[in-house]
């Protein structure tokens, strides 16, 4: 999901509506904005579908009145697949010292229980979402003001959360100890911005200002400016590194350094440990492409756009029925023929997760006539689910969890494959030494299988590690 939240501009929700429109990539299936206007209250408008067919028409906009507005482009996860409009955040809660509203970005890995819990103790839940959890636990808390009340929350919540919230005067930002989510604060005029990316900062003019620390809650307010707390217990950071090969933006920086630049690098790394003799790079676009563009420099082998995308369709994994995805590829993509033919190519893509994409693109690339293909994958083979924001299919259905490499060739069909190695992937993210085995600079679990944070929910329900 994207985050994003806006204090101390005049109609803080038309930003708010920008910075989502640049946040689309990471959740396409709905969209959320709640503003406070000091003499019209809060006000919500959620909506499903892009943010540019939603939050542009005046109609809607014109509802959102105020100098504090938050919002949230939704991609399920926890929760139902055929989301309700019920599960699309902001959620809002009213507790005895005013109204707040919150945006959750990640997955909570305890929701289960705590929800069991709090429905026992009297909670009426209005949503299947996991983040619902955080408001009911804000209403039984005891303290006396809503950021001290949201510090208790987000002790009792296990897994991945950055969080944006609003009360009537305050903006404030939470990213849970390990960091696992993304979450910045920009600076636009005499206000303030909270963001997932960088990206969505650039978009409404605001500069960039710093990341908010794992384990860090911001509570801003125009006359205080930004309060720095720290609620829980230090430990050392696991951003997500699939965020770093796919799910970012190219043009975001994460931990001080270029997305785009960790993704060329990552090309440059496969094409020094996968090295193979061809005729032709190509990215499967766009999230190959950086990596592409590194292996062609690496290796001095042409580099060629021999699959066009149309620019008009969404990421198709986020489709979330396998029916839709599977229509998707060729909605999607198409080859280029003419460069295609006679050719061994080389496809570099971001990721092989089930593997029917792969294998579409594979018969499309053979049907125009290339002489070979040959796979060069920007991460390690995804093993194990997610549980912490990124819908992962069952382990059942990754492929890399039911086959050994050489399967996996077999499988798609063609002449190689190969996927960067954990080690390279690290250095590409800047890490000299690549991965630390002892103590990992990253969350990894997809490709490792070693969760930092226990999938309690899921060991529940049978997962085994
Ligand atoms: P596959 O070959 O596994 O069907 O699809 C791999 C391609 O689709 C990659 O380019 C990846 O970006 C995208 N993809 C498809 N399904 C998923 C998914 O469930 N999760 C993720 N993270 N990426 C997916
Ligand atoms: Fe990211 Fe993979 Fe960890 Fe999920 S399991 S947070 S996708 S690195
Ligand atoms: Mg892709």
Redesign the pocket.
């Known amino acids: 999901c994207g985050i994003f939240g806006v204090l101390g501009v005049q109609d803080a929700a038309n930003f708010v509506a920008l910075g989502l429109h640049a946040l689309q990539h990471r959740g396409q299936e709905a969209g959320g904005i709640v503003s406070h206007d000091s003499e019209q209250g809060f006000n919500s408008a959620r909506r499903f579908g892009y943010v540019r067919d939603n939050f542009t028409s005046t109609d809607i906009m014109q509802t959102l009145p105020g100098p504090l507005a938050i919002g949230h482009v939704r991609y399920s996860t926890a929760g139902s697949k055929t989301a309700a409009i019920r599960d699309v955040q902001p959620f809002f809660g009213e507790f005895s010292m005013g109204g707040a509203a919150i945006a959750h970005n990640g997955n909570i890995t305890n929701a289960n229980a705590l929800r069991r819990e709090l429905i026992e103790r009297g909670s009426i839940f209005q949503s299947s979402s996991d983040s619902e959890c955080i408001i009911h636990l804000m209403a039984r808390s005891l303290q006396r003001d809503i950021p001290a009340r949201m510090e208790d929350a987000l002790r009792r919540v296990e897994g991945a959360f950055s969080v944006v919230a609003m009360t009537r005067t305050k903006l404030i930002g939470v990213r849970d100890a390990l960091g696992v989510r993304p979450l910045v604060l920009g600076r636009i005029g005499d206000g303030w911005v909270l963001s997932s990316e960088t990206c969505a900062l650039d978009i409404i003019g605001a500069e960039f200002v710093r990341e908010i620390e794992p384990g860090e809650m911001v509570v801003i307010s125009q006359e205080t400016g930004v309060e720095s707390r720290r609620p829980f217990r230090q430990r050392k950071s696991r951003f997500c590194i699939?965020e770093q090969v796919?799910?970012s933006r190219p043009d975001s920086i994460l931990g001080g350094r270029s997305v785009y630049e960790t993704r060329r690098q990552i090309g440059v790394e496969l094409a020094r440990e996968a090295p193979v003799e061809a005729d032709l790079v190509c990215p499967?676009p766009d999230?190959?492409t950086p990596a592409a563009i590194g292996f062609a420099h690496e290796s001095g082998i042409p580099y060629g756009m021999g699959i066009i995308r149309n620019q008009y369709m969404g990421?198709?994994?986020?489709e979330p029925t396998e029916q839709i995805?599977n229509m998707g590829?060729r909605l999607k993509l198409n080859v280029n023929r003419a460069l295609i033919r006679g050719k061994r190519v080389i496809l570099v893509?971001?990721?092989?997760?089930?593997?029917?994409?792969?294998?579409?693109?594979k018969e499309m690339i053979l049907d125009a006539g290339a002489a070979e293909v040959h796979f060069r994958i920007a991460s390690p083979p995804?093993a194990w689910p997610?549980f912490y924001g990124?819908?992962?299919?069952q382990r059942e259905k990754?492929?890399a969890a039911n086959m050994s490499e050489e399967e996996m060739r077999e499988f798609?069909g063609v002449d190689s494959l190969k996927f960067i190695s954990l080690d390279g992937l690290y250095r590409a993210a800047g890490e000299a030494q690549g991965r630390d085995n002892a103590c990992p600079q990253f969350c990894d679990a997809?490709f490792s299988g070693e969760y930092p944070v226990e999938p309690a929910d899921m060991i529940e329900k049978g997962f085994k590690l």
């Open positions: 699939f796919y799910f499967v999230s190959g990421r198709t994994f986020i995805r590829v893509d971001d990721s092989v997760v089930r593997g029917t994409t792969s294998r579409k693109i995804t997610c990124v819908d992962t299919p990754l492929l798609l997809c």
